[in-house]
Structures are given as C-alpha cells and as structure tokens.
T-cell receptor, first 116, second 111 residues
Framework: NAGVTQTPKFRILKIGQSMTLQCAQD?????MYWYRQDPGMGLKLIYY???????DKGEVPNGYNVSRSTTEDFPLRLELAAPSQTSVYFC???????????????FGNGTRLTVT | DQQVKQNSPSLSVQEGRISILNCDYT??????FLWYKKYPAEGPTFLIS?????DKNEDGRFTVFLNKSAKHLSLHIVPSQPGDSAVYFC??????????FGAGTILRVKS
C-alpha cells in the first residue's frame, strides 16, 4: 500500500494563478481531509469529506474548493492564489469518522506551496 | 484562539535521558488526545493517544499522561534515542471529530 500520496511536492505560483493539489489514498478510507500548516502554527483543517460525493468546510475554507468523485481521490483547488495561501498542505485519510488510536489519521508527505 | 497550546517550540535532550513534551488545552469538551510525530519532508504519523477517562497510557518507550483538572497532557519518552528527533504535535478532539492541533515542539536528541 502506498498510503496517502500527494502531488506535487513543491510548487511556486504567481498571485492570481490557479492550481489543483492532488491527493489519493489506497486504503479504502471513507474519510479524507485537507490541512494547512503555517510556520509556528498547528495544522488547520481546510475541508474534509466523509465519503464520495460529500464534502464539508473545516476551520479555514476560504479561497479553496474540493471535490470527492471517488473514494480514492480528494483534490484541493486554489482558484485565485494569494500570498496568504503560502503554506504546507497535508492531505490525510481515516477509516472511520471518529479519530481514535484504532482509526488515526494517515497523512501524505505534504505539498509546499509558495505564492509570490 | 488556540485551543491546544504547545508552549515550548523546541527541546534538546541527551541520548538515554527522558524527554518530556507538554501540551495545554482550553476546551473542556475535548475527550480524546493524540500525539503525532513528524520528520522533515514527511507527513505526521500517529504515535500514541489517550482517552479522557484515563490518566495514563503507555506504549513501549512512550507514555502519555493526562491531567484533566489542569487541562494538561504530557508525552514522556524514556530512554530518548537520536531517532526520536522530530517535531511532535499534540492534538485533541471532541467526540472524535475534527482534530485540533498544537503548533508542535521540535525535539532534538543529542548522542
């Protein structure tokens, strides 16, 4: 199992450009999440999905969109990139909705995005 | 408004000694706490957790202690090894939903 795979690893965007961060998991997990990590801050939840076709906002959703057409994939879309979106983005998945030691979050290796 | 705080940005410990990482929280409704470990250029990985009905959970060299009255938890690593050098995130959840993370503590174990 590859686990959670994120692409690309790095990206530099100009202000106003758009891009899609890809996330795929091969563990047949129902729940998927997007987090961002800013320097000196904890991971903040952007969007999450409880299954194919269902998505919901997290703590910091503004400026982002998601879709979940399959169980495996959960892409994150930035439509008009802004410097405030410079961050490291982590995708995660879990089997169940309750995060416990039996169903912890599995994270990808992250995408480092710089917007200038 | 940080609900989960890790007030020590970094900690340096000698190999073989104990590492103690601390975490404070403000939301009394949190009922489950987790620690994640992160190496550079990798995603966080689950390390150990504790339910609010317990005050201690042990897994090998790692022990997490929970003091609900003080809204404080700590992660003890004994003995510390150079491979433990990483960023440690404390996280908390209410009814298992939407983890809230602290800012992380960088642990350096010197050999």
């Amino acid at each position: 199992n590859a686990g959670v795979t994120q692409t690309p690893k790095f990206r530099i965007l100009k202000i106003g450009q758009s891009m899609t961060l890809q996330c795929a998991q091969d563990m047949n997990h129902n729940y998927m999440y997007w987090y961002r990590q800013d320097p000196g801050m904890g991971l903040k939840l952007i969007y999450y999905s409880v299954g194919a076709g269902i998505t919901d906002k997290g703590e910091v959703p503004n400026g982002y969109n998601v879709s979940r057409s399959t169980t495996e994939d959960f892409p994150l879309r930035l439509e008009l990139a802004a410097p405030s979106q410079t961050s490291v983005y982590f995708c995660a998945s879990s089997y169940g909705g309750e995060v416990t030691n039996n169903s912890p979050l599995h994270f990808g290796n992250g995408t480092r995005l710089t917007v200038t | 408004d940080q609900q989960v705080k890790q007030n020590s940005p970094s900690l340096s410990v000698q190999e073989g000694r104990i590492s103690i990482l601390n975490c404070d929280y403000t939301n009394s409704m949190f009922d489950y706490f987790l620690w994640y470990k992160k190496y550079p250029a990798e995603g966080p990985t689950f390390l150990i957790s504790i339910s609010s009905i317990k005050d201690k959970n042990e897994d090998g060299r790692f022990t997490v202690f929970l003091n609900k009255s003080a809204k404080h938890l700590s992660l003890h690593i004994v003995p510390s090894q150079p491979g433990d050098s990483a960023v440690y995130f404390c996280a908390a959840t209410e009814y298992g939903n939407k983890l809230v993370f602290g800012a992380g503590t960088i642990l350096r174990v010197k050999s």
